[in-house]
């Protein structure tokens, strides 16, 4: 089945810096790769996704690209503001199946 | 719509003693799941459904039951409360139109923080 790694574990930037968290999966079959935000004591929430016949995509100060070939993708944050700070977790699901495999998450600090 | 519900919020129980946590989505989604969440583990599925009377298990299905009587509810049971199971439980649900695949967004629950003792 599908294994998805991510790091790093705990990531501390300045208010400002950019942040980026790389995730790998194993099963090349999988083709829809999610991020998601959870705030501390809050559900997760979806914040970006990007499907296998797209390399990169953007959404204001958040993007998320993707190397079909090396089975990797990241989520990059730019201007990092205190209110991103939150564990932001990947995602894996592979075509025709439902489940999305998750990884174990980043814990993102942003100190003013 | 109030999205994906769950009850308790909180619930600590005693080793051996059994209980079902509620799920509950009003938007009509097919898929519906359970995750845990523990520190360091991310999120791990505990069992899924793709519709009513369809259910199966996911990475972490021993000691949980789950049963799909309707689309709306999708209840988890604990059969033997162990303190193993101690963590924090996700429901969630998506959409999936018939005959395709869905990429669509998965909704998750506020969550269940369960103790075992």
């Known amino acids: 089945g599908e294994n998805v790694e991510q790091h790093p574990s705990t990531l501390s930037v300045q208010e400002g810096d950019s942040a980026v968290i790389k995730c790998t999966y194993s099963d090349s079959a999988s083709n829809y790769f999610p991020w998601y935000k959870q705030e501390l004591g809050k559900r997760p929430q979806l914040i970006i996704d990007i499907r296998s016949n797209v390399g990169e995509k953007k959404d204001q100060r958040i993007a998320v690209t993707l190397n079909k070939t090396a089975k990797h993708f990241s989520l990059h944050i730019t201007e990092t503001q205190p209110e991103d700070s939150a564990v932001y977790f990947c995602?894996?699901?592979?075509?025709?199946?439902?489940?999305?495999?998750f990884g174990t998450g980043t814990r993102l600090l942003v100190s003013p | 719509n109030a999205g994906v519900t769950q009850t308790p919020k909180f619930q600590v129980l005693k080793t051996g003693q059994s209980m079902t946590l509620q799920c509950a989505q009003d938007?009509?989604?097919?898929?519906m799941s359970w995750y845990r969440q523990d520190p360091g583990m991310g999120l791990r599925l505990i069992h899924y459904s793709v519709g009513a009377g369809i259910t199966d298990q996911g990475e972490v299905p021993n000691g949980y039951n789950v049963s799909r009587s309707t689309t709306e509810d999708f209840p988890l049971r604990l059969l033997s409360a162990a303190p193993s199971q101690t963590s924090v439980y996700f429901c969630a649900s998506k959409s999936i139109p018939l005959g395709t695949v869905s990429y669509n967004e998965q909704f998750f629950g506020p969550g269940t923080r369960l103790t075992v003792l």
């Open positions: 995602a894996a699901l592979r075509g025709g199946f439902q489940k999305l495999v």
């Open positions: 938007m009509n989604h097919e898929y």
